[in-house]
């Protein structure tokens, strides 16, 4: 199970840190995601951590303002979103992936203003 925090109302500009805690089995070894979903599109990647955290992956339109990390001894992924923009705005959904597919918890909304 993967349980996904710390959506809100933010300004553009603003800034918000998003949690997903990890239940249910281990997730040793696994490489963890963010997803975003704007209304009426599609779900797409945001970023992606390896289970060391060596390796890190962010969509063009976040790479600099986003990081992604993870404690693995809490099954936790993080992230931090900073100089949010309205484009931002989606029900964004933490991931592990496995065997090469992308499974997903609940979301969390996202709302930036102008």
């Known amino acids: 199970q993967l349980q996904a925090s710390g959506g809100g109302l933010v300004q553009a500009g603003g800034s918000l840190r998003l949690s997903c805690a990890a239940s249910?089995?281990?997730?040793?070894?696994?490489?963890m995601g963010w997803f975003r979903q704007a209304s009426g599109k599609e779900r797409n990647l945001v970023a992606q951590i390896s289970w060391s955290g060596a390796t890190t992956y962010y969509t063009s339109s976040v790479r600099g303002r986003f990081t992604i990390s993870r404690d693995n001894a809490k099954n936790t992924v993080y992230l931090q979103m900073n100089s949010l923009k309205p484009e931002d705005t989606a029900v964004y959904y933490c991931?592990?992936?496995?065997?090469?597919?992308?499974?997903w918890g609940q979301g969390t909304q996202v709302t930036v203003s102008s």
């Open positions: 991931s592990v992936r496995v065997s090469g597919n992308d499974y």
């Open positions: 249910g089995r281990t997730f040793s070894g696994v490489t």
